[in-house]
């Protein structure tokens, strides 16, 4: 099992990355996928979620408005358009994924234990 988050890189604030997450040795399909993020110095947090059942997302806060999670099962990936970006935004991005579940919650991603994730990519807003 894989998961292999990139697109990352420097950015000026204001501008935008697309990260895709690639994933393997398992069916996609049947999985919930976030994004968390950790920046030096601080906890990792949830970023966004995309669920296996119906595609329905959600987004903490702090990106509402400026991130889009998406997912393309057929290609085994999942993306995050990130625009506007700010410096507060820097961060090691990583995709995690968690096993469908009925009783899955997106607007509580962030509580669950996932069942996989890979390496994250660097994303740095500095101008």
């Known amino acids: 099992v894989q998961l292999q988050a990139s697109g990352g890189g420097l950015v000026q604030p204001g501008g935008s990355l697309r990260l895709s997450c690639a994933t393997s040795g398992f069916t996609l399909d049947y999985y919930h996928i976030a994004w968390f993020r950790q920046a030096p110095g601080r906890e990792r947090e949830g970023v966004s979620c995309?669920?296996?059942?119906?595609?329905?997302?959600y987004y903490v806060d702090s990106v509402k408005g400026r991130f889009t999670i998406s997912r393309d099962n057929a290609k085994n990936a999942v993306y995050l358009q990130m625009n506007n970006l700010k410096p507060e935004d820097t961060a090691v991005y990583y995709c995690?994924?968690?096993?469908?579940?009925?009783?899955?919650?997106?607007?509580?991603?962030?509580?669950?234990?996932?069942?996989?994730w890979g390496r994250g990519t660097l994303v740095t807003v500095s101008s």
């Open positions: 995690l994924a968690l096993y469908y579940s009925k009783s899955f919650l997106v607007r509580y991603f962030w509580q669950y234990e996932y069942d996989y």
């Open positions: 995309i669920s296996a059942s119906d595609g329905s997302t």
